[in-house]
């Protein structure tokens, strides 16, 4: 490996998936400000992430469903507008 461009400040750290609760402890040397109080009882420093393997729709299996109905119906909303427009014009010429 290259000399000087690994940081040195690895320590663990544990990771809380702040959408369904879920912590994990592993080494990292991510800045952090807060601590909690792992199941160890010793104290670690806590950095919170929004999506993990555990709330992934890509490793849980459940997909979002898009409501593209509502963005089609949007868009035949405007398109009418503007075809009822275009054959106004048409008819007059």
């Not at 290259?2 to 750290?13: A, Q």
């Not at 912590?23 to 199941?39: A, D, G």
């Not at 160890?40 to 593209?68: A, C, Q, R, W």
Request: aromatic fraction near 12%; charge should be positive; glycine fraction near 6%.
């Amino acid at each position: 490996m290259k000399e000087g461009i690994h940081p040195k400040e690895y320590r663990l750290v544990v990771f809380k998936d702040v959408s369904n609760d879920f912590s994990f402890i592993t080494r990292s040397c991510v800045p952090t400000k807060e601590t909690v109080e792992w199941e160890d009882g010793n104290e670690y420093p806590l950095f919170k992430v929004e999506i993990s393997n555990t709330s992934h729709p890509y490793f849980t299996g459940k997909m979002k469903l898009i409501d593209t109905a509502g963005r089609v119906d949007k868009f035949m909303n405007r398109y009418k507008k503007h075809q009822s427009r275009a054959q106004k014009k048409s008819n007059e010429g």
